[in-house]
């Protein structure tokens, strides 16, 4: 059974600081990882998809790596903004033809 | 371009009552469709996934049950609501189970 976990659960970060998000999952034959944002009460934004055959995503001050082989990506956020504050989620597609497993997400607070 | 709907955005229902929460794509055709729960303090969980008209796979078994009557049309059931029922509910749909997914902007329900 596939397992993903996010550390650290909560994060506070001065405005302009670069930070990094941390997910690991358990079963390392994955298809693919996502990244998603989640602002409160709000449906999921896609951030970054990175297919099991690739090493890294970039989309503007975003980067997200994946080493599948330890089980383990980060998402990168350089230059911090007030607006990058929500909840960052983590879905690993693995096993099965549809199984997404989601981490229980990192609450990231940007402190202008 | 590609739109996702879902509704209603809030639901208050008591203990006992049915429920009908629907999900439309539009700007693509048989999409993969997904019912995902957040409750409260706990993960996004896959309820039900479905790679077309007809077909419809559980995850966990549930109270709830899933159709899809129509090629971009995503529906959760419930005959008898549960208070464990409440949590806010995300559709997304994906063009396949190595692709992106998209996501819906949520109901919350409250079952009191």
């Known amino acids: 059974k596939q397992e993903v976990t996010q550390i650290p659960a909560a994060l506070s970060v001065p405005e302009g600081e670069n930070l990094v998000l941390n997910c690991s999952f358990t079963?390392?034959?994955?298809?693919?990882l996502q990244w998603f944002r989640q602002d409160p009460g709000k449906g999921l934004t896609s951030l970054l998809l990175?297919?099991?055959?690739?090493r890294e995503q970039t989309s503007g001050r975003l980067n997200a790596s994946l080493d599948k082989s330890s089980g383990r990506s980060t998402l990168y956020i350089a230059a911090s903004q007030p607006g990058d504050s929500a909840t960052y989620l983590c879905?690993?597609?693995?096993?099965?033809?549809?199984?997404?497993?989601f981490g229980t997400g990192t609450k990231l607070q940007v402190i202008p | 371009s590609q739109t996702i709907h879902q509704w209603p955005a809030t639901l208050v229902q008591p203990v006992g009552s049915p429920l009908s929460l629907e999900c439309t794509v539009e700007?693509?055709?048989?999409?993969?469709l997904y019912w995902y729960r957040q409750a409260a303090g706990r993960g996004l969980q896959l309820l039900f996934y479905?790679?077309?008209?007809?077909?419809i796979s559980s995850e966990v078994p549930q109270n709830l049950s899933a159709s899809r009557p129509q090629d971009r049309q995503f529906i959760l059931s419930s005959k008898k609501l549960l208070l464990s029922d409440s949590g806010f509910y995300l559709c997304?749909?994906?063009?396949?189970?190595?692709?992106?997914?998209?996501f819906g902007p949520g109901t919350r329900l409250l079952v009191l």
């Open positions: 997304a749909w994906s063009r396949g189970a190595q692709e992106t997914q998209y």
């Open positions: 079963d390392s034959a994955i298809y693919n």
């Open positions: 990175i297919q099991s055959s690739q």
């Open positions: 879905a690993v597609t693995s096993g099965g033809y549809q199984k997404v497993t």
């Open positions: 700007g693509t055709s048989n999409p993969n």
């Open positions: 479905s790679v077309g008209i007809g077909q």
